[in-house]
């Protein structure tokens, strides 16, 4: 069995929708796929509508998460939740650098901690405070992704915030759709420079809407899920978290480390699979496929069938999806 716990679709920043992704999946033989779109569950009732023979599918989203290094919580939102508040434009509409976010918005530069990505699996949709959650998330990405727009605008790019919409099909906006704006301005050869340092990756980057990791984790779990910390070793997406953290996490209820994945080094991954033995946590692994915007293939990493039957024995949000038996 093959088992690929973490791909994205056109309901965040994949490049395919989630119906003819489940084809994708099955065609690269797979026979498990979860769908973890970022802070969305918006895929789910495509990717199980056009689910072919002999695929499961494993709802669950990535969400976007703070570890603030013990320093302070956050602001707190609407939902109970301690959320990091992306920043709206200002008043007079024009924007400016992540130094001066909205009020109650720490910069990337001056907030102590930094971003994290939490896999949540079968967990339940209709949970009023994980959904609420992430529908906050969701609507921030908006208004982080206009905000962007304004600052490119400013320096002299003719971008518009519909082509940027086009790009995101309908699904959550993220700075791949501004990205691949800039590719089709000519701005950028590609998607990956378009990330680079003067472009999307300091010079026009905004900080987003976050959740506090720990109480993501609790979320997770009251809503019947499985919590895993993404990538967690991926030195090369930038600082990475002490193993110390790591440790306070498995006590408070997080599942595993995803220890398999293509941005860790093979160095990075054995330590996951020694911190992970030595905290009794389970190793997933996974593809984290995006489609056009990364070169990985699906099923580039897998997760062995007892972890997967493991996750499915703890969850009580929502079941696993599946399809008729394989045709011959």
């Not at 789910?44 to 603030?68: K, M, R, Y």
């Not at 700075?175 to 950028?188: D, F, S, T």
């Not at 720990?214 to 997770?220: G, H, P, R, S, T």
């Not at 209820?253 to 996951?272: C, P, V, W, Y």
Request: net charge negative; aromatic share 6%; proline share 4%.
């Amino acid at each position: 069995m093959r088992i690929d716990l973490h791909v994205h679709s056109t309901a965040s920043d994949g490049t395919v929708p989630p119906g003819a992704l489940m084809a994708e999946a099955r065609a690269a033989g797979l026979d498990i796929v979860a769908l973890t779109d970022h802070d969305t569950t918006s895929g789910w009732d495509a990717a199980t509508a056009a689910l072919p023979a002999g695929l499961t599918l494993v709802p669950g989203a990535e969400i976007s998460c703070w570890w603030d290094g013990g320093t302070s919580s956050g602001q707190w939102d609407d939902h109970g939740a301690s959320v990091w508040k992306a920043g709206r434009p200002d008043a007079a509409g024009t924007g400016g650098r992540s130094d001066v976010a909205g009020e109650g918005v720490r910069s990337d530069a001056d907030r102590e901690g930094m971003e994290l990505h939490l896999l949540a699996y079968l967990f339940d949709p209709e949970h009023a405070e994980l959904a609420g959650v992430m529908a906050g998330l969701v609507d921030d990405r908006a208004h982080r992704g206009e905000r962007m727009v304004d600052l490119i605008r400013a320096d002299g790019v003719d971008i518009t915030w519909e082509q940027v919409l086009g790009y995101a099909a309908g699904g959550s906006v993220g700075r791949p759709h501004l990205a691949r704006a800039l590719v089709e301005l000519g701005v950028v050869g590609s998607v990956d420079e378009a990330f680079g340092a003067e472009y999307l990756g300091a010079r026009w980057k905004l900080p987003k809407a976050a959740v506090d990791v720990f109480e993501a984790v609790d979320l997770v779990r009251a809503a019947g899920g499985v919590p895993v910390f993404a990538h967690p070793r991926a030195s090369k997406r930038g600082r990475v978290v002490p193993d110390s953290m790591i440790v306070q996490l498995a006590a408070h209820g997080l599942f595993g480390l995803e220890a398999e994945h293509t941005d860790h080094t093979d160095a990075e991954r054995d330590e996951l699979l020694a911190l992970a033995h030595d905290l009794g946590l389970f190793v997933t692994g996974s593809s984290d496929y995006h489609g056009a915007n990364k070169t990985v293939r699906l099923g580039a990493r897998t997760t062995s069938m007892a972890v997967y039957e493991r996750i499915v024995a703890e969850s009580h949000g929502t079941p696993p999806r599946v399809s008729g038996p394989a045709r011959g």
